[in-house]
């Protein structure tokens, strides 16, 4: 690879650059902290190649205008952080019911409500996969680096172009907010996938006709294929039914749609998992402390492995099952307070003791909470032998008093 | 359809050699609409067809959007492009595909609710933004889908659902409204003058920018059964007849002789930047730094 191209940028640029590799013309958004950088590039960057970047009046909006770009044939994104996706939900479910490709961003921050808008969190991801209301396909990426947020976004065009749903790529502040360098590829050199356009006439177009597959040939507005969009449970013709078979199958087609293709779209990272005792389950920058506290505990002699899913929904029940089935504890570090931790424990299946720790200080967990909480597993494990003590925390942590900026 | 045919008749005498043909228009096999005998929905369906074949725009290049109502169903029965989205956002949706495809005509149907209530922000900022599109508001004061509750343009002391002894809110003037919020062309029709009507909307499509046509309609199963219109036709007449002058007769009207009835035409018309040539000329400037 060229060596003009590697550059050092932040995560929300990363993503910016991930979607214009994957042919992203389209932008509508709000702006919100810890997302905003996200936002702005798009805004200078997209005319500059002819694309559409547009400042809509709320986040209810943006996600509506990228559907609808959606639908005239552009590539569309839109990135917000808690507040606006809370917002987001009604228009999510409407892409999913409706079959249209878009990417969502959601740059994690504290929460409730306005919460702390500049701190950190992972506290969205059971709303990633649960937000809107009724039964729905939920594709969620969770990228750790800012190299990964750039390939994680190229991805997460695919996957909505592929299976015409709306993908949600999920981040922390920290790695949005981060500084690495990373290599840009050359164009070309990743695969970036189009939707699927119809080869039918015109008259015999159906949007959701699957006869041929769970997933139909997309058509663009104004390129004379005159069909019909609704967010009521549709026939393949795209117009609403109250047929009660006809709404089953649609329901049951669209988890299908992800459901069946789970291998394809899962993805992980294994660190010293193949001999380790201990498992550490653990997603964006929890899982960079994660990592370190491996190579620690490993120095220690302590045989710990982390399982970190770079997808997060669907969830990746398969290669948790394999952990628990080898090690003697999972344990979940996550900036909330118990999330992801109830599916391990559900995948796990009670194979294997399974804690989480968890933090809501707006501070990232440290590699030394987890050593401490895998040395304290070990102890216990061994405890149960010879009657040890319970380990003394060797955590010192200072209270961090930051401005608060409402964001 | 099940219109109130009677009204359309004197229409159908007049133009007796060629009656206008509404099949090409009309989506095969989505009949009978869901709209109740007497709507005036579908009234205002009639002139927007006519209207739209006025124009003679292509059914490839009108895409027609619309939220979630009895209004917002039009679209299912249209052979355009057509897109039924969710309560009050069809305009958001509307701006994402016309900035997608800027060829495409947008014609966005609404109800009183869909735009000026749930919708109300989408529906101030389209106006300012004054991007190609044409807003119909079936201006029915009721939320006819979900059984008659009232709206922000239901009138004080009137009856529904949630306001039993009579509203005691102010309603919204939708082409004040507009006006206000910077659309270009404000008009106003009923379903009772649909002859007017499609010639306002006419004028509505070929307008460069935002235009808002408010149409006042009737909800003879809600607003009509509640407020003691004994049939459809008498609450046309009261309510969309007596209760409107055209901008021509109200010139000679005193303001008291004025007073509680609403403008019917044209009532602003005004030149303003369209957005999506405004962002084009954007994208040409920047290009050209390059
Ligand atoms: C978010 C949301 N809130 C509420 C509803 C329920 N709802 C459906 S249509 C409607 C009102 C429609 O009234 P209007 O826009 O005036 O259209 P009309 O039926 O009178 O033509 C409401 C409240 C909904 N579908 N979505
Ligand atoms: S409920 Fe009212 S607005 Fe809805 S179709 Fe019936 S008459 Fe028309
Ligand atoms: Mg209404």
């Not at chain 1, 003009?4 to 993503?15: D, H, L, S, V």
């Not at chain 1, 798009?42 to 559409?52: A, E, N």
């Not at chain 2, 300012?128 to 079936?138: A, E, F, H, P």
Request: charged fraction near 25%.
């Amino acid at each position: 690879m060229a060596n003009q191209k590697k550059r050092f940028m932040q995560g929300n640029e990363a993503c910016t650059e991930g979607a214009f590799y994957a042919g992203c013309r389209f932008y509508a958004g709000y702006p919100i902290t810890p997302s905003t950088e996200v936002m702005e590039i798009c805004g200078t960057r997209l005319p500059k190649v002819g694309g559409v970047f547009i400042q809509m009046e709320d986040e209810i909006a943006s996600i509506c205008a990228i559907v609808g770009a959606s639908l005239g044939g552009l590539k569309a994104m839109t990135a917000t952080s808690g507040p606006g996706f809370s917002l987001m939900q009604e228009g999510l479910g409407f892409a999913c019911m409706t079959e249209v490709p878009c990417v969502i961003v959601n740059v994690m921050r504290s929460g409730p409500s306005t919460g702390f808008p500049t701190g950190p969190s992972q506290s969205d991801v059971m709303q990633a996969k649960w937000g809107t209301h009724g039964d729905h396909p939920a594709i969620v990426l969770s990228p750790a680096s800012v190299e990964e947020i750039f390939h994680e976004t190229v991805r997460a065009f695919n996957l909505s172009e592929i299976y015409r749903t709306p993908v949600i790529l999920l981040y922390d502040e920290i790695i949005g907010h981060m500084r690495e360098a990373i290599t840009i590829p050359e164009p070309g050199a990743v695969e970036v996938i189009n939707r699927v356009a119809p080869n039918c006439p015109p008259n015999e177009y159906k949007p959701y006709d699957n006869k041929l597959g769970d997933i139909a040939p997309l058509a663009s507005y104004g390129d004379g294929y005159r069909f019909h969009v609704t967010g009521l449970y549709h026939a393949a013709d795209g117009f609403p039914t109250n047929n009660t078979k006809m709404i089953e199958d649609a329901a049951r087609r669209l988890l299908r749609k992800v459901d069946d293709n789970k291998e394809r779209i899962w993805k992980n990272e294994e660190y010293f998992l193949d001999d380790a005792e201990i498992g550490i389950f653990a997603y964006g920058v929890s899982a960079r402390s994660a990592k370190f506290a491996v190579r620690e505990l490993r120095k220690k002699g302590i045989k710990a492995g982390l399982l970190r899913p770079i997808t997060i929904w669907p969830f990746p029940d398969a290669a948790v099952e394999e952990m628990s089935k080898r090690v003697k504890a999972i344990i979940v570090p996550e900036m909330n307070l118990g999330q992801i931790v109830y599916e391990v424990e559900r995948a796990a299946k009670g194979r294997c003791d399974v804690k989480g720790i968890f933090r809501v200080d707006t501070e990232p967990i440290r590699p030394i909470q987890i050593m401490d909480c895998i040395t304290g597993a070990v102890l216990a494990l061994s405890e149960a032998k010879n009657g040890a003590k319970p380990p003394v925390s060797t955590m010192t942590e200072m209270m961090v008093e930051r401005d608060m900026i409402d964001g | 359809m099940s219109t109130p045919t009677e009204e359309l008749k004197p229409l159908a005498k007049k133009k007796k050699k060629v009656p206008f043909n509404y099949e090409p228009y009309i989506r095969g096999g989505k009949l009978p609409h869901i709209w109740c005998p007497g709507c005036g929905h579908g009234i205002v369906l009639k002139s927007l067809l006519r209207a739209i074949h006025t124009t003679g725009m292509s059914k490839d290049d009108i895409a027609m959007v619309s939220g979630i109502g009895c209004s917002s169903r039009t679209p299912g029965y249209v052979d355009f492009n057509t897109l039924h989205t969710l309560h009050g956002r069809a305009l958001a949706y509307a701006t994402g595909l016309k900035l997608a495809k800027p060829k495409l005509k947008i014609i966005v149907t609404t109800g009183d609710g869909d735009a000026l209530a749930i919708g109300g922000n989408h529906f101030i900022h389209a106006c300012r933004r004054n991007m190609d599109m044409t807003i119909l508001v079936y201006n029915n004061a009721i939320y006819g889908m979900t059984s008659g509750q009232s709206s922000p343009t239901t009138p004080q002391g009137m009856i529904s659902t949630t306001g039993r002894y009579g509203s005691i809110e102010p309603p919204f003037d939708t082409c004040q409204l507009a006006q206000a919020a910077g659309a270009t062309f404000v008009a106003r029709g009923t379903a009772y003058h649909f002859q007017e009507l499609e010639k306002i909307i006419y004028e509505a499509i070929l307008h460069k920018g935002t235009s808002v046509v408010d149409i006042i309609d009737a909800c003879p199963t809600y607003y009509g059964r509640f407020n003691k219109y004994k049939t459809p036709s008498e609450m046309m007449e009261k309510i969309e007849k007596e209760g409107t002058v055209s901008v021509k007769q109200a010139e000679k009207l005193t303001p008291e002789e004025l007073q509680g009835k609403f403008l019917r035409g044209i009532i602003h018309r005004s030149e303003r930047p369209e957005y999506c040539e405004e962002y084009n000329k954007l994208v040409a400037t920047v290009q050209a730094k390059k």
